[in-house]
């Protein structure tokens, strides 16, 4: 990109007067500027310029602001953006924060806010890029043993994938957000043949329905306004490799009917060409939508079902594979403090206790976030609950209880043992977490583990 020395900035607004006011404030501060005027000129600059900043005006003729920065995303993925809005429109502004823009400034522009602002955003990509090779390090770390995990149901799910991956078969994996999807495809094409060549993964959901097709089977030149020479589109960058659609069901209609040819006959035409391109792909798709009732409300194509649908993997949920927290947190663990150069040793017994009886709605991608999260903000060399997000500590949040079910008639030191045990195996032999839990005393509790004959426990 620009570099840390020569940051390149594009600014873009219909407004001529603005554009030049906003152009000569970075001019002044030494930056390198584009300038656009409309969103179409801005996409074919990001297209051939390498761009650290996006300055985008919320209004803006055809595509507005945050359509653009969610192209932006696509074309450069790491390039930041800043929103410039009008009095009455921050509830708009506030929405381009949530599709990824770094900040928003009100007009008019305060000279001073703004590049405060575009300062903060620049050092925020370079700390990014700083640490590009630290995550890509951490990537094939993670990649060495994609499904971590001792429990029952991951280790069906990794027996599944080894049987599967040396097939060429097509792959629909499904399950809830944050499970853990997007591993499951990287293991498949690793284990596969293919596992030598490009692994191409496509969100589908952040993909602009204007860009789709596009950026799934490129285009030639001349193909749309700023399209001056031709592109490849991801089937080709997946030649010989694997092509992993995620968010499948979130593909418009037309494009699942191109996507069926593909599958069929492994043919497709760029955007604006007639000449057939032939690809040697293997697909894996994922959702966490359910594909059949989407073709039952006809918003998925019944045959691309079907054609997807010839092997599926469930990815269980993180409540359903609840003894694998531990080893999780402490591979996060590992993970964040070598990218943040922390150093925190562990977990402390009431942390680990609280991790383990939370019930993750968000799955593997929540316990991830708050591992981070806990890693950043700890101040010792142990994480302990204060570390953890507000949800998973003492009496906050969503926590599934254990269920312990006894028959009728069972005698009563045999329920209160079972009770006990139990109770100490979910807050990992912590006496003092487990007699909280059960409203007793720790003294009841050893006094009880040796009437039952378990007092080493």
Known sequence: MGGKDDPVILVVDDDESHLQVVEKVFVREGFKVLRAAEAVRALDLLRSEPVDLLVTDLQLPGMNGIELI??????????????????????????????????????????????????RALERRALLAENDELREALSHMRAERVLIGRSEEIRRLVEMVRQIAPTHATVLITGASGTGKDLVAQMLHQLSSRGGRAFVAVNCAAL?????????????????????????GRFEAADGGTLFLDEIGELPLDTQAKLLRVLEGGTFERVGGSKSVQVDVRIVAATNKILAEEVRLGRFREDLYYRLNVISIEVPTLAARRDDVPLLAEHFLRLFTAAHGRRVSGFSREAMAALCAYSWPGNVRELCNAVERAVVLCGQSVIDVGDLPAALGAGGGEVAPRVLSVPVGTPLESVKRMLILETLRMTRGDKRLASQLLGITTRTIYRLLEELGDEDR
Not at 96 to 108: H, L, T, V
Not at 208 to 232: I, N
């Open 70 to 119: 969610k192209a932006a995303q696509v074309v450069q993925p790491t390039t930041e953006a800043i929103v410039m809005t009008a009095f009455g429109t921050v509830e708009r502004a506030v929405e381009a924060m949530k599709e990824g823009a770094y900040d928003f400034i009100e007009k008019p522009i305060k000279r001073a806010l703004l590049l405060k602002s575009a300062r």
């Open 208 to 232: 602009p329905t204007s860009l789709m097709e596009s950026e799934l089977f490129g285009h030639e030149r001349g193909a749309f306004t700023g399209a001056h020479q031709r592109k490849l």
